[in-house]
């Protein structure tokens, strides 16, 4: 029983629209018919004296749980996703980079294509099978 409710818990949370990550920022993720879309948010992490500082490490952190969110839950075709908004380029290239070496360790084709001028990283994931939300949420 009690693995039977670990597991069904793990599914639970696997099926949660938002994910806390550790330095208190969070990730929304929806699942759409056309693409899944991710924003990342800083949440918790709210002094204005280190922004930048926390806008990177966010950012950075949201890459590498985005990248296991995108195989955890099994999430292909487009993803769109909206990091918090950095001033510096240097930072941008930072985050893409950490992106960049998150996906490269998906078994599953991914490619990470651009970021647009609104600041929206388009990434892609060939489909495999059905997502996780569609296996368990089938009517």
């Not at 969070?26 to 004296?49: C, F, H, Q, R, W």
């Not at 647009?116 to 089938?138: D, N, Y």
Request: glycine share 4%; aromatic share 4%.
């Amino acid at each position: 029983d009690e693995k039977y409710y670990q597991q069904a818990l793990s599914f639970s949370e696997a099926l949660q629209k938002k994910v806390w990550l550790k330095g208190g920022g969070y990730l929304v993720i929806e699942p759409t018919e056309a693409m899944t879309v991710i924003d990342v948010n800083s949440g918790k992490n709210t002094d204005k004296k280190a922004q930048r500082e926390i806008i990177l490490r966010s950012n950075t952190e949201a890459a590498d749980e985005i990248a296991r969110q995108l195989r955890l839950r099994n999430l292909s075709g487009m993803v769109m996703i909206d990091f918090i908004n950095m001033a510096d380029n240097r930072d941008v290239k930072l985050v893409m980079n950490a992106l960049r070496k998150a996906l490269s360790a998906d078994p599953v084709k991914t490619a990470l294509i651009d970021i647009t001028k609104l600041g929206i990283v388009e990434v892609t994931r060939m489909k495999v099978r059905k997502p996780l939300h569609e296996i368990l949420c089938q009517r």
